[in-house]
């Protein structure tokens, strides 16, 4: 019991190098979709909900909600977008804005 294992110390001399798991977790859970990610995402969401579906409908329960298939085009939040195109976005509501607020004047 007295002998030790050759490299029961190994590399005891080196300091500990402490890893951060949650901002490496957070970097990834926020990283950019690209297009083709947020396609296979919202398809494999679609199928989901509708195996739900058609698994409540065997169970002869009539149960209807909007789902994904309701909010399925807009665009995610992760999106990035060119300056451009979110000026040309801007100006369009603000003219629409300025519409709106006239109409009811």
């Known amino acids: 019991m007295s002998r030790v294992h050759k490299d029961t110390f190994k590399g ?3 300091p500990f190098k402490k890893i951060d798991w949650q ?5 990834e859970r926020n990283k950019v ?3 083709e ?3 296979k995402s919202v398809k494999r969401l679609l199928k989901k ?7 409540i409908a065997a169970l002869g329960i009539d149960y209807d909600f909007p789902g994904y298939a309701a909010v399925a085009p807009k665009p995610s939040c992760k999106t990035a977008f060119s300056d451009d ?3 040309e976005v801007m100006e369009v509501t ?3 804005e300025v519409a709106a607020v006239a109409e009811v004047a």
């Open 37 to 39: 990610e947020q396609q």
């Open 23 to 27: 901002g490496r977790s957070k970097a």
């Open 49 to 55: 909900e509708k195996d739900r579906r058609r698994k």
């Open 94 to 96: 603000e003219i629409a």
């Open 33 to 35: 979709k690209t297009a």
């Open 12 to 14: 005891a001399s080196r």
């Open 85 to 87: 195109e979110d000026m």
